[in-house]
Structures are given as C-alpha cells and as structure tokens.
C-alpha cells in the first residue's frame, strides 16, 4: 500500500507501482514485487477481444495472489471507466511476485483486437508475438494459453476465429491440452458461449464429455462497482453482488490452477523457429498473389513480323517488286507497277515513301 496510488471509493483502490525491465514499440515486459529464484512459476498466454475484460482478470489475479479478502482491490493495469474503448497495442509480458502466494505468476498479455473488420492490426498478433520470444530469454514454458471470451457471445466472428487459430497454430497438436477458454461477465453457465466456441472448431483441452474445458468469471467485482458505487448510496444488494462475484473468481482460479497444476507445461523451443517459418511462408504467398496478378494482366495481340517469299509470274502479277533496302518493306504487296522510276509509286510524298516503317528516301 505504501508503493501504491489510493483512490477512494466503495472499494479502495490502489494502483501497483510496477517497474520496466525494458520497453519497445510493441513490446514491453513490466514487474511487481521482488522475484524468489526458489520459488515455483506459473506462466500464461492471454488471447481476446477488446473489451472483453482482459486487463479486469489481471487485476483479479493480482488480487487473489495477495489473498485481499476485505474492500479493497489492486491494479496492475489502471482501470478504465470506459473498458470497451481501451486497447492495449502492446504485447506485455507481467512478472508478478509476491510474499503470500507460493508460486510466482508472469502473464504475456497480446493486444486486443478490434469488434470489426477495418484494422489489419488485429491480422499482426502473431507477428508480435514472434517479435517479443526474439526479446525474451526468461520465457522457455507456458503452462496455459487462455483464449478470453464474453458471455454473451453466440457465434465467434471471422476475425476472432483466425487470431485464435493464428495463435494456436504456433504450438504443436500435442499442447492442445493446455489450451483453455475464459468466459467473462458469466455470473452463470454460459450456455451460449461454450457453443458458440465448439461450433468454431477451436482446439482446446476437452472434458470427458467432449465440452471445452473453461473457466467463468463475473468481472462486475470491479467493472461495475467503481461506476456505480460513486453514484449511488451503498446496498446490502451491492455489497452482496461484490461479494458473490469475488468467490465465483477465487473459486474459477482454484479450478484453474488445480488444471494448471495437473498438465505438463507447453515448450517454447521451437515457436520461435515455427513463427519465422510461418512468416516466410506468408511472405511467399504475398509474392506469388504478385506473380499471379501480373499474369492475369497480360492478353494476347498481334505481332507483325517480315517474312521474304519468292514472286511467282504464273500469278500474273508484277515480275518484281519494290522493297525498301533499310526496312525491307514493300510499298505494295505482292508487287509495284512502277519499278521503272520510284517517285512515279503512289505513295510516294516528296520522294519519301509513306508505307516505309522508316518513311526512307
């Protein structure tokens, strides 16, 4: 709390002061607390869309490493009051240590992508990630990629099913199983949802009935509550709604690290080496679109070209014909009445012949 901004309200909220290992363009890796060599780490991948309330479930991680029980809420991420308008266009990497929890969390946070189809930002996640694993010699496993979703989603779009395949393409079919889904805004099972993300094919860890393997969370403990809680007088009904949104997360997390902990961590030795060879690929797929279209662009037409052929006198044409010396053209075809003096030929013009390619003397 020393080391924190406070702001008031029905929750007291403080900001974490965290500290920048290093910082790029699109790149930055952030820590809090100071790390314990001896300790055990937890690392997960987080993949979603704008608004879904990525930033909430890192908050609430921090909250529940720190074992906050009564009404007050940390940040590691600043809440914005107007969460759908806030995107991250970074990919951030958190290291989290703390005194009262026995393992030490780093999450990579990739950027939001948009709810349309007009940003080719949104088309770079994996480009981006391949720039941050050239960046960082600290990440060598991950023990869960999160694919976060809202609860009110009943059918993936274009857009979210090629990030979340984009992403997923970089590991191999066998660490599937460590691919979970995140259900946001869910204060109930999310019927929906988990339909919408079996209808889209995703590859992620499956129960033993075949179901997606998810995770639920209530994010109105801090979305809602800091709006609403400055406006209007405080409810037992407010208080109770925190309250059952607060367990619902600290419940969802006990489940998620009993999955964690139950699955062998994913290798990242070799995404590197698949991201590069993807990136390759797509860059011949660009250059041959090039070829392609080039082709379509070309038609057919015709070329004349010159070709000496023999008079034949049974024809009962000229015996001879006129051919210009430099062009080796001839004025008329297959041969000149007037080979006794060129200027008498009709297409002569001031002693110039006009049918010459060269208009010669």
Same mark, same amino acid.
């Given at each position: 709390?020393?080391?924190?901004?406070?702001?008031?309200?029905?929750?007291?909220?403080?900001?974490?002061?965290?500290?920048?290992?290093?910082?790029?363009?699109?790149?930055?890796?952030?820590?809090?607390?100071?790390?314990?060599?001896?300790?055990?780490?937890?690392?997960?991948?987080?993949?979603?869309?704008?608004?879904?309330?990525?930033?909430?479930?890192?908050?609430?991680?921090?909250?529940?490493?720190?074992?906050?029980?009564?009404?007050?809420?940390?940040?590691?991420?600043?809440?914005?009051?107007?969460?759908?308008?806030?995107?991250?266009?970074?990919?951030?990497?958190?290291?989290?240590?703390?005194?009262?929890?026995?393992?030490?969390?780093?999450?990579?946070?990739?950027?939001?992508?948009?709810?349309?189809?007009?940003?080719?930002?949104?088309?770079?996640?994996?480009?981006?990630?391949?720039?941050?694993?050239?960046?960082?010699?600290?990440?060598?496993?991950?023990?869960?990629?999160?694919?976060?979703?809202?609860?009110?989603?009943?059918?993936?779009?274009?857009?979210?099913?090629?990030?979340?395949?984009?992403? =997923?393409?970089?590991? &191999?079919? *066998?660490?599937?199983?460590? #691919? @979970?889904?995140?259900?946001?805004?869910?204060?109930? +099972?999310? %019927?929906?949802?988990?339909?919408?993300?079996?209808?889209?094919?995703?590859?992620?860890?499956?129960?033993?009935?075949?179901?997606?393997?998810?995770?639920?969370?209530?994010?109105?403990?801090?979305?809602?509550?800091?709006?609403?809680?400055?406006?209007?007088?405080?409810?037992?009904?407010?208080?109770?709604?925190?309250?059952?949104?607060?367990? =619902?997360?600290?419940? &969802?997390? *006990?489940?998620?690290?009993? #999955? @964690?902990?139950?699955?062998?961590?994913?290798?990242? +030795?070799? %995404?590197?080496?698949?991201?590069?060879?993807?990136?390759?690929?797509?860059?011949?797929?660009?250059?041959?679109?090039?070829?392609?279209?080039?082709?379509?662009?070309?038609?057919?037409?015709?070329?004349?070209?010159?070709?000496?052929?023999?008079?034949?006198?049974?024809?009962?044409?000229?015996?001879?014909?006129?051919?210009?010396?430099?062009?080796?053209?001839?004025?008329?075809?297959?041969?000149?009445?007037?080979?006794?003096?060129?200027?008498?030929?009709?297409?002569?013009?001031?002693?110039?012949?006009?049918?010459?390619?060269?208009?010669?003397?």
């Amino acid at each position: 709390m020393k080391n924190s901004k406070e702001i008031k309200g029905f929750l007291t909220r403080y900001i974490l002061k965290t500290w920048t290992l290093w910082t790029g363009t699109r790149l930055q890796k952030m820590a809090f607390g100071e790390k314990d060599e001896h300790e055990p780490q937890k690392t997960m991948l987080i993949v979603g869309e704008t608004g879904v309330g990525k930033s909430t479930l890192i908050n609430a991680m921090v909250n529940y490493m720190l074992g906050v029980e009564s009404r007050i809420w940390f940040e590691v991420i600043e809440t914005k009051e107007e969460q759908s308008d806030y995107q991250t266009h970074t990919v951030t990497m958190y290291n989290l240590f703390t005194e009262h929890c026995p393992f030490s969390l780093t999450v990579i946070d990739t950027p939001g992508f948009g709810k349309t189809e007009d940003s080719d930002e949104d088309l770079k996640v994996a480009e981006n990630l391949l720039e941050f694993l050239r960046n960082s010699e600290s990440v060598e496993t991950l023990d869960a990629v999160c694919l976060v979703v809202s609860s009110s989603t009943v059918r993936l779009s274009e857009r979210q099913r090629y990030v979340f395949n984009a992403v =997923l393409s970089l590991f &191999s079919n *066998d660490v599937k199983k460590n #691919f @979970v889904v995140f259900i946001t805004h869910a204060p109930r +099972k999310p %019927t929906n949802s988990i339909k919408a993300i079996k209808d889209a094919k995703i590859p992620c860890a499956q129960t033993r009935d075949d179901e997606p393997v998810y995770f639920r969370f209530d994010n109105s403990h801090c979305e809602n509550f800091f709006v609403r809680c400055d406006r209007e007088e405080e409810t037992d009904e407010l208080i109770q709604g925190f309250q059952a949104a607060w367990d =619902l997360f600290n419940t &969802s997390m *006990d489940d998620f690290l009993s #999955f @964690v902990r139950a699955n062998k961590p994913v290798s990242l +030795k070799n %995404t590197e080496s698949v991201l590069t060879h993807r990136k390759q690929l797509v860059e011949h797929m660009i250059s041959l679109r090039e070829q392609v279209k080039a082709m379509q662009l070309e038609h057919e037409f015709e070329e004349c070209y010159k070709e000496k052929v023999p008079i034949d006198p049974s024809t009962g044409s000229s015996k001879e014909a006129m051919c210009c010396s430099v062009c080796k053209w001839n004025c008329h075809y297959p041969g000149c009445w007037w080979v006794r003096d060129l200027s008498w030929c009709t297409v002569m013009s001031k002693n110039k012949c006009t049918e010459c390619p060269g208009k010669c003397h």
